[in-house]
Structures are given as C-alpha cells and as structure tokens.
C-alpha cells in the first residue's frame, strides 16, 4: 500500500545552518507531494506542494524536489532561523478515489538553536 | 477570516464517558476529516466527508462515529470513551476541486485526557 517514510528525529542545528529532512514514499500511480508544519500548540499549516515529477515546492526558504526515479521529496533550506522550530511533516494524496485523503509521515521534530 | 475551528480546545473525561467534538469551516469545502495525533505515529485518519450527509470511515474508526448534517460542521462522537483514546484530535477540510492536488486545512487541534 501507499506509505511515507521521514527520518527520525528530533534535529538539533544552530542557527544558519542547512537543513535536509528525508522523505520518502511508495505509491501506485502519480501521488501529489506535500510538505506541512505544525508550530507548539498549533494545527499543522502547507508548507509547500508538488504535484508532479520534477516539480520543485518553495516557499519561506523552504524546498523540495518530486523526484519519482528515486521517489523522494526531501525538504531543505539553506539558513534555518530559531523561528523555524517546529514539528515536519511528509505527506501524500491522490490515492481513495474522488477524495485527497492524505498519509502522513510520523514528522521530525526541528529545534534550531540561537 | 476563521478557517477551521475546533471546540473544545481541551477536554478531560472519565473511562465510560461521551462527548462530541465540533468542527466548523467557512471555506464552503466539500471534503472534511477528522485525524488523530500520538507520538510517534503521524497524523490517521478517523472518519472523512465527501459532502454533506455522507460520512467514510478511515484508517482508525474503531470507538468513533461522525455526522454532517451541514456543509460547514463535521461532528467527532465518542459514545463510551476510553483510556486508549487520549490522544490530540484534528479537523481538516479540502476543496473538491481538483482534489488531490489542493492542500488541507487544519484547525488548531482538541486535546482530549481521558481518565
């Protein structure tokens, strides 16, 4: 069945430094690709989307790449700031019929240190 | 502009108690979900809504029901609550338009204690 695997974490960096969190995925036909983040205390927000292989999501600093010969969406940023400390979730639609149900990663929790 | 809103935002129970949690969503969305949070395991589904008056169970429905009896409200019911069912609680809504593509709402989560 369909499944998203993210590193574990949590990843612990100093400010300014790259970031790279693992994602990958297993799915029958063309999934579309999503990165969220959930701050403390907060419901889980887009980060950034994919729809289609090659496609490249940005946003804030944040991207990720679909990359279906190796199928992976690994989110990186160049810089991370302490205001990026937050919980990261890998996720994948396109599968249950008419619907976009998701499947989510277990995410990996970010802690950037001043 | 409000999104997707939950109440409660925290709620303890006893072993054997009921309650039902609300969502709301002024985005007019078709689809609606009802997600569970634990630690070390992601976010699963409970129950979704294609539309109003329809309800499909997820991946861990067991102990849960639903109900949409209007567009904008997907209620969560746990008719005998369990210690098992300690766990953060999620609402999430998504255009049908172009369905897989289009992104999820979430709202800020219920966070329920049972005892």
């Known amino acids: 069945g369909n499944s998203v695997t993210q590193m574990e974490g949590p990843v612990t960096l100093s400010e300014e430094a790259f970031l790279t969190i693992n994602c990958t995925y297993t799915?029958?036909?063309?999934?579309?690709l999503f990165w969220y983040v959930q701050y403390p205390g907060e419901g889980l927000q887009l980060l950034l989307k994919?729809?289609?292989?090659?496609d490249k999501g940005s946003n804030k600093g944040f991207e990720a790449t679909y990359r279906k010969e190796t199928t992976s969406f690994h989110l990186e940023k160049g810089s991370v700031q302490v205001s990026d400390s937050a919980v990261y979730f890998c996720?994948?639609?396109?599968?249950?019929?008419?619907?976009?149900?998701?499947?989510f990663g277990t995410g990996t929790l970010l802690a950037v240190q001043p | 502009n409000a999104g997707v809103t939950q109440t409660p935002k925290f709620r303890v129970l006893k072993t054997g108690q009921s309650m039902t949690l609300l969502c709301a969503q002024d985005?007019?969305?078709?689809?609606m979900y009802w997600y569970r949070q634990d630690p070390g395991m992601g976010l699963r589904l409970i129950h979704y809504?294609?539309?109003?008056?329809?309800?499909a169970k997820g991946e861990v429905p067991d102990g849960y029901n639903v109900s949409r009896l209007k567009k904008q409200n997907f209620l969560l019911g746990l008719e005998s609550a369990a210690p098992s069912q300690t766990s953060v609680y999620f609402c999430?809504?998504?255009?049908?338009?172009?369905?897989?593509?289009?992104?999820?709402?979430f709202g800020d989560g219920t966070r329920l204690s049972i005892l």
């Open positions: 999430a809504s998504s255009s049908r338009q172009g369905a897989s593509n289009q992104p999820q709402h």
């Open positions: 799915a029958t036909g063309y999934p579309s």
């Open positions: 994919a729809t289609k292989a090659d």
């Open positions: 996720a994948l639609s396109g599968y249950g019929g008419a619907t976009n149900k998701l499947i």
């Open positions: 985005m007019n969305h078709e689809y």
């Open positions: 809504s294609v539309g109003e008056g329809t309800t």
